[in-house]
């Protein structure tokens, strides 16, 4: 089974992302901030990463910067979200900007795009 690791510091979207994609088959590892889902990449590396932008501790384009560098991680696909229209430069090969709110059949298109099914 596929693993999805969901970062966002508003529990709110973090249930509603975990419950949509463990609905479609997915495992699901939650983290409220990048520092948090750096170690917990870094422990056990899922299939893709769906991280928010502005979160605190350590924001979704350092959490983008930090995979990038590290030779076990660069290659696992990452979806950044966010309400602004812009993000700054991202250094990381497979970053997908997608700006909120998205749709749950568009967020459900996107992963499978990523990663294939369940």
Known sequence: MKKILVVDDEFDLLTTWRLVLQLEGYTVVTAANGVQALSLARADPPDLIVTDWMMPKMDGVALCRAL???DRLMRIPVVLSSAAERTP????PLVEFHRKPLSIDSFVEIVARLIGPA
Do not use: F, K, R, T
């Open 89 to 92: 430069p991202i250094e990381h």
């Open 68 to 70: 990038a560098a590290d």
